[in-house]
T-cell receptor, first 113, second 119 residues
Framework: AQSVTQLGSHVSVSEGALVLLRCNYS??????LFWYVQYPNQGLQLLLK??????LVKGINGFEAEFKKSETSFHLTKPSAHMSDAAEYFC???????????FGGGTRLMVKP | GAVVSQHPSWVICKSGTSVKIECRSL??????MFWYRQFPKQSLMLMAT?????????EQGVEKDKFLINHASLTLSTLTVTSAHPEDSSFYIC???????????????FGPGTRLTVL
């Protein structure tokens, strides 16, 4: 069984500031981990994924995440926030390739000018 | 790349009517598709796994007689909300595993979602 906890349902940063969205997971098997972004009334867009290769994963739009097994974490970061980054972000875990995903509660990122 | 479409993108219906939502994999085949429900300002919750040629697998607490799933072909799964009520109003999203471009890894591709409003 898998579960995901996203700390902080809302995160607010200033434009140009560091973005840090936290994700901790629980999995009984080696996990596959994902970060998705969702804009209002739209589906999910994959930002990046960890599939047991490199622990530091780079994604689209300047985002990256680091898999830390000892901390069971997969936090998402971006060095400099842009107004267009304002959206809902979901961390998800699956037990294998193509398997169904278990999502965290989501974090709404707000970017202040 | 792998694309998943949903139709309709939004629907408004009267209480007691049935609504069908289609999920299509446009450029790849999917023997399995997943249906999620998302209430406002909440996360996605898996409702069921749709299996081509066999019965869907429902998550605990999801009424299979209310949410009928049919996976008639390798590119189409449908979700029918029967006798819809206002509490069924939600955002319904499907996904299908497929190969990303240049990758040997099966990842989930999501449809754009269907907004259902039951009056």
């Amino acid at each position: 069984a898998q579960s995901v906890t996203q700390l902080g349902s809302h995160v607010s940063v200033s434009e140009g500031a560091l973005v840090l969205l936290r994700c901790n997971y629980s999995s009984s098997v080696p996990p596959y981990l994902f970060w998705y972004v969702q804009y209002p009334n739209q589906g999910l867009q994959l930002l990046l994924k960890y599939t047991s290769a490199a622990t530091l994963v780079k994604g689209i739009n300047g985002f990256e995440a680091e898999f830390k097994k000892s901390e069971t974490s997969f936090h998402l970061t971006k060095p400099s926030a842009h107004m267009s980054d304002a959206a809902e972000y979901f961390c998800a875990v699956s037990g294998g390739a193509g398997n169904m995903l278990t999502f965290g509660g989501g974090t709404r990122l707000m970017v202040k000018p | 790349g792998a694309v998943v479409s949903q139709h309709p993108s939004w629907v408004i219906c009267k209480s007691g009517t049935s609504v069908k939502i289609e999920c299509r994999s446009l450029d790849f085949q999917a023997t399995t598709m997943f249906w999620y429900r998302q209430f406002p300002k909440q996360s996605l919750m898996l409702m069921a796994t749709s299996n081509e040629g066999s019965k869907a697998t429902y998550e605990q607490g999801v009424e299979k007689d209310k949410f009928l799933i049919n996976h008639a072909s390798l590119t189409l799964s449908t979700l029918t909300v029967t006798s819809a009520h206002p509490e069924d109003s939600s955002f319904y999203i499907c996904s299908a595993p497929g190969l990303a471009g240049g990758s040997s890894y099966n990842e989930q591709f999501f449809g754009p979602g269907t907004r259902l409003t039951v009056l």
